[in-house]
């Protein structure tokens, strides 16, 4: 069965670096799209960026572009977010899914949290 286990959250001043990951299992990681997305108290769930099966290919939200890095570990069916210069706008708790937004893989993992504090 599919399940996404995220980590890495944690407290953190403005200006800040955290790295998340997503260990992803029941289904064949290698061959599919990952995401990283984010979900702020009383705001929508928000994807912040792909990236392609083989790695080669990124896309990022412009909030996060050039904060931001996602990479993957086919071998270790791990996906990361490096995140860098921190605001507290970026608090929020973070998932990591299948695709590229317009579908996803259920159930969805617990997330990580991350607090930024200014």
């Known amino acids: 069965q599919v399940q996404f286990v995220e980590s890495g959250g944690g407290l953190v001043q403005s200006g800040g670096s955290l790295r998340l990951s997503c260990a992803a299992s029941?289904?064949?990681?290698?061959?599919?799209?990952m995401s990283w997305y984010r979900q702020a108290p009383g705001k929508e769930r928000e994807l912040l960026a792909h990236?392609?099966?083989?790695?080669?290919?990124?896309n990022y939200t412009d909030s996060v572009k050039d904060r931001f890095t996602i990479s993957r570990d086919n071998a270790k069916n791990t996906v990361y977010l490096q995140m860098k210069h921190l605001r507290p706008e970026d608090a929020a708790v973070y998932y990591c899914?299948?695709?590229?937004?317009?579908?996803?893989?259920?159930?969805w993992g617990q997330g990580t949290l991350v607090t930024v504090s200014s």
């Open positions: 990236i392609s099966p083989d790695g080669d290919r990124t």
């Open positions: 029941g289904f064949t990681f290698s061959t599919y799209y």
């Open positions: 899914n299948a695709g590229r937004g317009r579908w996803y893989l259920e159930p």
